[in-house]
């Protein structure tokens, strides 16, 4: 592997590229006609212009993406996430133009992405998964029947997606028959595919995801997990790693996770997502065959650099460590700042110092585009403690200007300020409880 092509934009485009030159890999990046100035266009080696603003255009043309890849001399792609990232048919087609993607097999994305064939899968391997339906399906009485022997309250999910496209709580029949066609229409929509699962709804969580990395040799490793419960509209908000969940079903989780991703013959950086309901009760959702947003408070932690080593084993390598290597040490946080309104930066400061790290794409003068994620930056703080940590990341956030583009940092302060948070008494939908007016702790 000698030049790759980073087939995404913006931090996580920036992330890759820093990652590479490290390896001493060429870098080329693809843009749209109005990411021309993005800060990942001028740090690449070489820059191609993939079409216009709108990602159907760009940033999801398979063909133009690898013809570009072609065209540059580069051997490889990186998807980074989002966009193509979990896309079965992209993969195959870079292996069919003798190009190296930069993630799992085909085969494996194609299985991971129908979370109701996953959910068999996982199943088949032994790892405990949420009571539900076994098979998709797009019929409104397969879904009755479902919810029916399930029993209420029930998660309706699209089989295709996650991000919470096509996803609804259903707390009876009644609203199962308002709910199910509009769920339905969403995920086709947005994955092009109608088909639907539904699964028990176990109340008030926690979402905890480990991370692995898998070598095409047969070696898997378990990175510790990250606590992602803090969410609003089913879309991540702030992260942090370990988690608060008990030694006992850490271990089991983490033992869990490693024999999937061996029973998948998983190749490369993965996350398998499961809901914490207590000491011993932990449940497979999904695996996102990708880089995750929250990777950096895994690295803290654990010293890895996950995306160098995704370049590793895609060059072929073995892992560099065994599971005894990988300690936790510490605490990290990461908060997600997020354009309310696209705009031009027309004030610029980030923070810094000791145990903060910043992973954006934002420079003064930076037009915001209207067209994509409304990620701007990640600050991510580590500490010998998470009080050390959160009070690293108060200082950062109350620190941090971005003028204007409407941000979330105001939120992000508030919560990093809630007792319920600072005493770790917290769930998966302690935001929507806050944000409602609710009581966080009723």
């Not at 390896?23 to 216009?52: E, K």
């Not at 255009?57 to 001399?73: C, F, H, K, P, R």
């Not at 479902?146 to 997606?161: F, H, S, T």
């Amino acid at each position: 592997m000698q030049k790759v092509l980073i087939a995404n934009r913006g931090e996580i485009a920036v992330r890759i590229i820093r990652a590479c030159h490290e390896q001493n890999l060429q870098t080329v990046a693809i843009y749209s006609t109005v990411d021309a100035d993005a800060m990942h266009v001028g740090m690449a080696d070489q820059s191609i212009c993939i079409g216009p603003a709108n990602p159907q255009d760009s940033y999801l043309n398979q063909e133009s993406i690898v013809q570009a890849a072609l065209m540059s001399g580069a051997d490889a792609i990186h998807p980074g996430y989002g966009f193509l990232s979990e896309n079965a048919d992209f993969a195959q087609l870079c292996e069919e133009n003798g190009l190296t993607f930069i993630g799992p097999r085909a085969e494996t994305i194609s299985l991971l992405g129908d979370k109701a064939r996953a959910r068999e899968v996982m199943q088949d391997a032994e790892v405990p998964v949420i009571p539900g339906s076994r098979e998709g399906f797009t019929e409104l009485d397969m879904a009755i029947s479902q919810a029916k022997d399930i029993g209420y309250p029930v998660m309706l999910k699209a089989a295709a997606g996650g991000g919470g496209k096509g996803m609804r709580m259903i707390h009876d029949e009644q609203q199962l028959l308002h709910e199910f066609p509009l769920a339905k229409g969403e995920a086709q929509q947005a994955f092009g595919n109608p088909e639907m699962y539904m699964e028990k709804f176990i109340v008030r969580p926690r979402h905890i995801e480990v991370q692995v990395l898998a070598d095409s040799y047969g070696n898997a490793v378990s990175l510790g997990e990250r606590d992602c419960s803090l969410q609003q509209y089913h879309q991540k908000v702030m992260e942090e790693a370990p988690s608060a969940i008990d030694q006992e079903t850490r271990y089991e989780m983490l033992s869990t996770a490693r024999k999937a991703a061996t029973a998948l013959k998983f190749l490369g950086a993965g996350t398998i997502e499961f809901l914490y309901a207590g000491p011993g009760q932990f449940y497979f959702m999904e695996m996102n065959t990708r880089i995750q947003v929250e990777h950096p408070i895994t690295e803290a932690i654990t010293g890895t650099d996950l995306v160098v080593a995704q370049l590793n084993i895609a060059a072929g390598q073995k892992l560099a460590m065994t599971q005894d290597d990988i300690t936790l040490n510490g605490h990290a946080l990461e908060c997600r700042i997020t354009a309310t309104m696209p705009g031009k930066v027309s004030k610029l400061h980030l923070p810094g110092g000791n145990g903060i790290r910043v992973d954006t794409a934002l420079y003064n003068g930076y037009q915001v585009p209207a067209n994509y994620d409304a990620l701007l930056a990640k600050i991510i703080t580590y500490g010998a403690t998470r009080d050390i940590a959160i009070k690293k990341m108060q200082v950062a956030i109350e620190e941090t200007v971005i003028e204007g583009v409407g941000t979330n940092l105001d939120f992000l302060y508030q919560l990093l300020n809630n007792p319920d948070f600072l005493a770790n008494n917290f769930d998966i939908e302690f935001i929507e409880r806050l944000t409602n007016g609710g009581n966080t702790d009723d």
